[in-house]
T-cell receptor, first 118, second 113 residues
Framework: DQQVKQNSPSLSVQEGRISILNCDYT??????FLWYKKYPAEGPTFLIS?????DKNEDGRFTVFLNKSAKHLSLHIVPSQPGDSAVYFC?????????????????FGQGTILTVHP | NAGVMQNPRHLVRRRGQEARLRCSPM?????VYWYRQLPEEGLKFMVY????????ESGMPKERFSAEFPKEGPSILRIQQVVRGDSAAYFC???????????FGQGTRLTVV
């Protein structure tokens, strides 16, 4: 049961343009969402988060939008830079057979490989 | 402040051997989480520990896998009698409390031959 889904395995964008990464979830109990960025041979790095009481959170070039009614969130990167090329995961605390809401116990999507071309 | 340290970075084991993966959390962090990432997949939660306690092991396979976080020393993920399907990247994360974002280590890549 994939409770967090990233349906686009990859995305290719030109430098300077906007990158939009999408994520859908099925568990209506999720009330907090995080985006992680991962380079090859490294661990995930926390990027930005959003609480379900908000519909937008912005941090520099990164903005996350949440549409609770559609159970959908998206990460916008503007402008995109070659150094942004990585795998991006969305995640939510909790989920799984035992539930729980520790922010370290996360349900991850499958990831989207972003490639930003110079 | 050093990040989450995992060792070894790469581990090769023959089928039937034991694998021990170590994780030293960030200073001041008492919550540790282990994840597994199979090829072409996302990270899957395995177990959540605090010092000397297993809080949630709902993602751990029922057999051959165990984890501990002793009062002194690193957290250990132990896999007995490894099989080829155990080949994966294993990540450890730590946080100072349960309701704060966790920081990940660089992972241990286990290859079973």
């Amino acid at each position: 049961d994939q409770q967090v889904k990233q349906n686009s395995p990859s995305l290719s964008v030109q430098e300077g343009r906007i990158s939009i990464l999408n994520c859908d979830y099925t568990n209506s109990m999720f009330d907090y969402f995080l985006w992680y960025k991962k380079y090859p041979a490294e661990g995930p790095t926390f990027l930005i988060s959003i609480s379900s009481i908000k519909d937008k959170n912005e941090d520099g070039r990164f903005t996350v939008f949440l549409n609770k009614s559609a159970k959908h969130l998206s990460l916008h990167i503007v402008p995109s830079q070659p150094g942004d090329s990585a795998v991006y995961f969305c995640a939510a605390p909790g989920g799984g057979s035992a539930g729980g809401t520790s922010y370290g116990k996360l349900t991850f999507g499958q990831g989207t490989i972003l490639t930003v071309h110079p | 402040n050093a990040g989450v340290m995992q060792n070894p970075r790469h581990l090769v084991r023959r089928r039937g051997q034991e694998a021990r993966l170590r994780c030293s959390p960030m200073k001041g962090h008492s919550h540790v989480y282990w994840y597994r990432q199979l090829p072409e997949e996302g990270l899957k939660f395995m177990v959540y520990l605090q010092k000397e306690n297993i809080i949630d092991e709902s993602g751990m396979p029922k057999e051959r896998f165990s984890a501990e976080f002793p009062k002194e020393g690193p957290s250990i993920l132990r896999i007995q009698q490894v099989v080829r399907g155990d080949s994966a990247a294993y990540f450890c994360a730590s946080s100072p409390q349960g309701y704060t974002e966790a920081f990940f280590g660089q992972g241990t890549r286990l290859t079973v031959v």
